[in-house]
């Protein structure tokens, strides 16, 4: 079992957990997620590693509260034990250099591409970073993205903290002054469909991360289906990324709410 180091609230639903898992800090890559579960008849829930320090052998997640079992880990406390965590699994990022790349993330997507924001500069990128959230108090990593990036654009719905406006409209801002060679974005599905609509527009080559939609996270079960250029893809083995302007998010967006009701339901019984 991984005990649980260290606990940060980053707003009421979003809590950053630092987990001992001394294996898994030491071969993990940007991209790379883990399965966990809490309690013996727990779900399994994938979640991407935010960062990782080997000398204390520990990795980071960000989970926010949705669900039953996304509840269960956020109310653990430090010193206690997450039942099983697997990892690190997925294809890692493909790290180039390439010149200038735009990472884009938004809510809890900004969590896992942390990593790869770093990766690439370390690579010898120029990085420019947009973080897109409704409201201020939900933009996390702040402090960390702006340390990898060369430069940090915040966008929020509300103006409540940084610009005013969509993901999108930073994107442009930053595509129309200066040549952009990759984008990554990292979100909700929404977001990602309309990045990548974005950057196709202008032809600028784009890798989205589809890890909100795994369940198993081995290729077992099924549900992480995507078509991806016409063929059928599982996330947790084939991805989590993939060109962005060859995913199916309409099809993708409408099994992420097939189990809605049945979720809400659960959840409703579980507070009870």
Do not use: W
Not at 44 to 60: C, E, H, N, Q, S
């Amino acid at each position: 079992m991984n005990k649980i180091v260290e606990k940060e609230y980053f707003s009421e639903k979003i809590v950053k957990i630092v987990v001992e898992a001394p294996l898994i800090a030491k071969s993990r890559k940007p991209g790379n997620f883990v399965i966990l579960r809490v309690g013996e008849k727990g779900e399994r829930i994938p979640l991407t590693i935010a960062g990782a320090d080997i000398a204390k052998g520990t990795i980071t997640l960000v989970v926010q509260k949705m669900g039953v079992s996304s509840t269960k880990v956020c109310d653990l406390e430090v010193g206690d034990y997450i039942t099983d965590l697997v990892g690190p699994l997925g294809k890692p990022t493909e790290i180039h250099n390439l010149g200038t790349i735009l990472c884009c993330g938004g809510g809890v997507g900004v969590a896992p591409l942390l990593p790869i924001v770093e990766a690439y500069k370390k690579a010898g990128n120029r990085v420019v970073t947009i973080l897109a959230a409704r409201s201020k108090d939900l933009i996390i990593l702040e402090d960390e993205m702006r340390k990898h990036s060369d430069e940090l654009i915040i966008m929020t719905d509300d103006g409540s903290y940084g610009k005013k406006g969509l993901v999108t409209e930073g994107m442009e801002e930053v595509i129309k002054r200066e040549k952009i060679n990759e984008c990554v974005t990292i979100g909700p599905a929404i977001m990602m469909k309309f990045c990548s609509l974005l950057t196709k527009k202008y032809e600028i080559p784009t890798v989205a991360s589809l890890n909100s939609i795994m369940v198993d996270g081995t290729g077992m079960c099924g549900a992480c289906r995507v078509t991806v250029g016409g063929k059928t893809k599982f996330t947790c083995v084939d991805g989590p990324e993939f060109d962005a302007h060859q995913i199916d998010f309409e099809e993708m967006m409408s099994r992420l709410g097939g189990y809605k009701k049945e979720e809400v339901d659960k959840f409703d019984q579980f507070q009870k």
